[in-house]
């Protein structure tokens, strides 16, 4: 029971936070689609639980991207004339998430299951809050993007926002060519049960969640010049992806369970310590 109003009162917490950035931003608009987000993930959690599956998970999380960047920009239509600013930075994300959901979508239903949701599931107060903190990470990483969209002027395409794409380009190639690295080693039954360590991936441990930080960062620059006051905060975004990716639900785990695999083995004991967990080239500062 303890755990249990544990899980609703971070769920709650997680809610709270995302929708007071919104308020923020002094933008309706932005409220309303923070809203929206949280509301699709608490509808489809109810199927989820029920059928005790974790297989829409992912693609909930890209679908809402794309739901709620289409409706602020619609709305910001409606109010002003086109703005090939806000419909390139629109294109980003959308872009980015019908690629990353289509590929996680994928993966997770030749994999069977997501081991991560083993033991949330049969829980239902932690997996709805596993639901409520997809939410979150929605808006939160979206939502310096919505409010350039939904800014008076639209989104200011000038040296920053051009930078910025630049950025963010970088990013996604990084995040599709580390994917599929790592899904071509996988499909070759000689490396069953192996790590992959070629390719981006002799550079960084995790180069897909490099290429992920990389490309937010680059909508947080494209959305810089259109904001102003309190909508400042939202350029957070990066730095929770960061957070969100190192200790919360990537790294941390996928380096324990590295461990548990192959952390007899010489040769992966090798791997990570010449091979940066995160950033490339980092280990040389460390060296210095």
Known sequence: MKQALLNLLFSFIAFSIAYSMALLTGLQIIQQAVFIAFLIQWILFIPAFYFQTEKF???TGSVTYITIV?????QSYILMDVNIGSILL??????WAIRLGSFLFTRIHKAGEDKRFKHIKPSPTRFFMTWTLQGMWVSICSMCALTAIASKNGVIHNGYFYGGMAVFIFGLIVEIIADWQKSTFRKNHENKDQFISHGLWSYSRHPNYFGEIKLWL???IMSFSSLSGWQYITLISPLFTYLLLVYVSGVRILEISGMEKWGHLENYQKYINKTPSLFPFSN???NK
Do not use: E, N
């Not at 289409?70 to 619609?74: A, D, M, N, Q």
């Open 57 to 59: 998970y992912d693609l």
């Open 70 to 74: 289409s409706y602020v920009s619609f």
């Open 90 to 95: 629109a294109s980003c994300i959308i872009l």
């Open 218 to 220: 680059g909508i947080s």
């Open 284 to 286: 040389l500062f460390k």
